[in-house]
Structure formats: structure tokens, C-alpha cells
């Protein structure tokens, strides 16, 4: 069994930061890509950061210079840094981990959600 668990969600001022984590756990034999999207209400879910195994980054056009995806391979944990945050990076903040287990191929694992809440 696989398990993602994001943390760092919360509210926070317009200008403010916040540090998003998602630690993967359980039976893993390796992981792939780590990425974050987020969903606002009435929207549809968009990638907001990737990061490759090797540590390659992409970023929607939207966050770029204000977050910072990075990764722990050894803690098996994927961040995201966020600063500068604006009333419109208001959203369920979703890690998504591509991860082999034993015996399969790659597959994408979705965590359950954290609150961002960027007030004005």
C-alpha cells in the first residue's frame, strides 16, 4: 500500500509564505516525477510545479519566481516553497508522485489535499 500526506497548508496574508510537504510512504521501490497542482473552487485542477528524479524543474508561468519545487529523495518527500503568495494561489494544494512498486510499473498517486487560504 502507498500512501502520500501533504502538510503546510493554512492561511496566511497576501505577501506571506507557506512551505508545502508530501511524504510518500508504505511499499516503494522507486519514484519518478513529484508534482504539485492545485485546485481553486469551481476550477479545474492545473499543474503548478514538477520536478524530475533528476531534479529538472518546471513551473506554471502563474508562480514562476515565487515557488520553488524541491524533493528528498532519502525521506522520500517532495516541498513546495511558496512566498510572495496572492489572494489567487488560493486552492487545495495536490501532490502527485509517480512511483514503481515492487513487481510494477509506474504509476500516479495522488495525496488528498491541503488548504491554502491566502487572504487580501
Known amino acids: 500500500q502507498v500512501q502520500l500526506v501533504e502538510s503546510g497548508g493554512g492561511l496566511v496574508q497576501a505577501g506571506g509564505s507557506l512551505r508545502l510537504s508530501c511524504v510518500v510512504s508504505?511499499?516503494?521501490?522507486?519514484?519518478?516525477?513529484m508534482d504539485w497542482y492545485r485546485q481553486a473552487p469551481g476550477k479545474q485542477r492545473e499543474l503548478v510545479a514538477a520536478?524530475?528524479?533528476?531534479?529538472?524543474?518546471n513551473y506554471a508561468n502563474s508562480v514562476k519566481g515565487r515557488f520553488t519545487i524541491s524533493r528528498d529523495n532519502a525521506k522520500n518527500t517532495v516541498y513546495l516553497q511558496m512566498n510572495s503568495l496572492k489572494p489567487e494561489d488560493t486552492a487545495t494544494y495536490y501532490c502527485?508522485?509517480?512511483?514503481?512498486?515492487?513487481?510494477?510499473?509506474?504509476?500516479?498517486?495522488w495525496g488528498k489535499g491541503t488548504l491554502v487560504t491566502v487572504s487580501s
Open positions: 508504505g511499499s516503494i521501490f522507486s519514484i519518478n516525477n
Open positions: 502527485n508522485v509517480d512511483i514503481r512498486r515492487y513487481g510494477t510499473d509506474y504509476t500516479a498517486y
Open positions: 520536478i524530475t528524479s533528476g531534479g529538472s524543474t
